[in-house]
């Protein structure tokens, strides 16, 4: 390998390192930001106002009050060199009276001298003064002397100290003098008018995601088989037009629904006709062993005829209501038992759940037959939480191969081999494949798995 090989196989190491970098950062990233649509907006709406007022307070506040104070600090350090130049130049009564009055009346500073030529010791500077630093660079440059400066020892005050030829001129200069120090009212004002800013939009944010909100509770309630009478179109434009879209949908739906039950209330009447007529005409025969089979196939073919129309029709005419999952699993125990298996109940949490309770009660009790036609022992437990509710049903018996578990719920599907799984829609094989539509009615699902008494185990999972 040539070093022009190796070169780029380092450069392209160091690529990825950095490009799995970045993909970590941007997955943290994602995971500090807020999921919910409301939440983004109000970041939205907040943080360009944060950078908004962050951007005009440094540029106000580090260039406006800058050049301010500097021209303030040296207007004080010119009044000041003034009276050295006077104090210099002109004589002086003996304790300098004059220039002290002067001072106090026409120029708002206390002056005063004391004995000697030494300065006091350098103090801490803060770490962060404007003043401090303006009125530090006037005095070098306009008096040029050894000075000692105090901005900080009283709060309304600012000490100067100059070291002049056989003395030290010590001058009192009002802070507000030499800098601009009204940045509370300015930074007061600059966050009162934030705050109202944002309450209002967020008042007004919340308005609007609002008929959001109505619009998917109304979809996942019809997703759950219930009714949204109350539901209309609200909020703006787009909003509406996604609201009217699912109107017009769920009307479709329902319409589609209608006819197809329409349809095959008209066609079950018609085959239970020629049922009937089969009936009739089998009893005028009269008693014989051929007849007696012929009995068996009618009876028979009648038994599958209710349970296919019933298969396409559904139970979508039925209203969802709350009902009680733990004295509906009790009545399938009895069922249970009633036919000589052993049968185990629990249930777990608030036991009222909003369901089609006659639909619901048909999805069970499908699984539960199936389970009672293979196994001796059954094992029927639930569980309900802040979202979903589960219902599992186990068995002892023979079970369905893993490979298979998917293929089941399809309609007419029966297996010969093993276990005959959907034997409990009365032997037509659309036991699982109506409990299954019925689950997902509700906006739920089944599945199956190993269970722990050894066969299967189908688990029932709704949102409430």
């Known amino acids: 390998m040539t070093s022009l090989d190796i070169g780029l196989s380092h450069l392209r190491s160091a690529a990825d390192r950095v490009t799995s970098g970045w993909d970590r950062f941007g997955r943290w990233f994602k995971g500090l930001m807020p999921t919910g649509l409301y939440a983004r907006a109000v970041l939205i709406i907040i943080a360009p106002m944060v950078v908004l007022q962050s951007v005009v307070a440094f540029v106000f506040m580090e260039r406006h009050w800058n050049t301010v104070t500097r021209r303030l ?63 530090s660079n006037e005095i070098r440059k306009q008096i040029g002397r050894p000075f000692w400066i105090d901005t900080v020892g009283r709060s309304a005050l600012v000490e100067i100290r100059i070291q002049l030829d056989d003395n030290v001129l010590r001058v009192f200069a009002p802070r507000n003098a030499a800098y601009a120090s009204n940045s509370e009212i300015f930074l007061l004002w600059m966050v009162g008018t934030s705050l109202v800013l944002i309450t209002v939009a967020i008042l007004f944010l919340r308005n609007q995601i609002r008929p959001i909100l109505r619009l998917t509770e109304a979809v996942e309630s019809f997703g759950k088989g219930r009714d949204v009478p109350s539901f209309g179109p609200r909020g703006a434009r787009e909003v509406r037009r996604a609201a009217v879209a699912f109107i017009e949908m769920k009307r479709r739906v329902e319409r589609a629904i209608e006819q197809r039950t329409t349809m095959l209330a008209g066609v079950s009447h018609d085959l239970r006709t020629v049922l009937t007529r089969f009936k009739l005409e089998l009893a005028l025969l009269g008693d014989s062993p051929e007849t007696d089979a012929l009995k068996k196939d009618v009876a028979e073919m009648e038994r599958m005829v209710e349970a296919y129309l019933a298969f396409a029709r559904g139970d979508s005419g039925e209203q969802a209501e709350p009902a009680d999952m733990a004295a509906l699993l009790d009545e399938l125990k009895t069922d249970a038992e009633r036919h000589g298996h052993r049968t185990a109940v629990a249930f777990k949490g608030n036991p009222v759940v909003t369901v089609r309770p006659n639909a619901f009660k048909r999805c069970l009790g499908n699984l539960v037959s199936n389970a009672a036609r293979f196994a001796d022992a059954i094992s029927i437990s639930g569980r309900r939480d802040h979202r979903w509710m589960t219902i599992t049903v186990d068995d002892d018996g023979p079970g369905i191969p893993p490979h298979m578990r998917d293929e089941v719920f399809k309609p007419f599907l029966r297996l010969d081999d093993a276990r005959n799984q959907n034997e409990g829609e009365s032997g037509t094989g659309l036991g699982l494949s109506v409990a299954r539509d019925i689950a997902r009615s509700h906006g739920g699902d089944i599945s199956l798995g190993d269970s722990p008494l050894g066969g299967l185990r189908a688990i029932v999972r709704i949102p409430v």
């Open 73 to 135: 600090s040296a207007a004080v350090t010119r009044d000041i060199s003034a009276l050295i130049d006077v104090y210099r130049t002109y004589p002086q009564d003996a304790d300098s009276a004059q220039l002290r009055r002067i001072a106090q009346e026409r120029l708002g500073l206390v002056v005063d001298f004391l004995p000697g030529t030494d300065l006091p010791p350098i103090g801490r500077k803060p770490f962060f003064s404007l003043l401090d630093l303006a009125l």
